[in-house]
């Protein structure tokens, strides 16, 4: 399974977008990418998932180059609800089972 | 929507007692998952079950042990609860791997 490094924090304002890259340079080829974004004292919730290009769905971006090393998650115009913790997972999640590794994170602030 | 619950969102226990958290889900999935959380630490996969009656080892399955008799219900089991256990607990389901559902969470203290 691919290690993922991604900021362990970030600020942003309302209305602003927020890109958060994460790198997985050892991605394999049945590998996607996967993230989640948690609220405090929630459990984690899906975001959205490619394998590469683009990916949209009404909550975000999804932006994955030609070799797949990285990947950036983008939220467009941010509000104090989007104030949570982001993890990128990179795996063969297709597998029976389907192992997910969630890393430390990435902790969003939005302020007003 | 889909649900995922689990039996208790606190819970006190002593070492050495044992102790089962139980964690059911609405949607017919076959993958269902058991992970701790801990500040530092992320989220950190105990076991899973991809089908009734199986199971496989996570990332840290030491101390704890699953079972799993009905599709719907993946229950954690502590032996012989420990300190070091104190953790918030979190069970999901899904279909496919990567889209698993999350229960609330479990927020287990041992002393």
């Known amino acids: 399974l691919a290690k993922t490094t991604q900021p362990i924090s970030m600020d942003s304002y309302e209305g602003q977008e927020v890109n958060i890259t994460c790198s997985h340079n050892?991605?394999?080829?049945?590998?996607?990418i996967t993230w989640y974004q948690q609220f405090p004292s929630q459990g984690p919730r899906f975001i959205i998932q490619?394998?590469?290009t683009k990916v949209t769905n009404e909550v975000a971006s999804l932006f994955i180059p030609a070799d797949r090393k990285s990947s950036t998650l983008s939220l467009p115009r941010v509000s104090l609800s989007d104030t949570a913790v982001y993890y990128c997972l990179v795996g063969d999640h297709g597998n029976q089972g389907g192992k997910l590794i969630f890393g430390q994170g990435t902790e969003l602030s939005v302020k007003p | 929507d889909v649900k995922v619950t689990q039996s208790s969102r606190y819970l006190v226990k002593r070492t050495g007692e044992k102790v089962f958290l139980e964690c059911v889900q609405d949607m017919d999935h076959e993958n269902m998952f058991w992970y701790r959380q801990d500040p530092g630490l992320g989220l950190r996969l105990i076991y899973f079950?991809?089908?009734?009656?199986?199971?496989e080892k996570g990332d840290i399955p030491e101390g704890y042990s699953v079972s799993r008799e009905k599709k719907e219900r993946f229950s954690l089991i502590l032996e012989s609860a420990s300190t070091n256990q104190t953790s918030m607990y979190l069970c999901?389901?899904?279909?496919?791997?990567?889209?698993?559902?999350f229960g609330p969470g479990t927020r287990l203290t041992v002393t």
């Open positions: 079950s991809y089908d009734v009656k199986m199971k």
């Open positions: 999901a389901s899904g279909l496919q791997g990567y889209e698993q559902y």
């Open positions: 490619g394998y590469k």
């Open positions: 050892n991605i394999a080829t049945n590998d996607y």
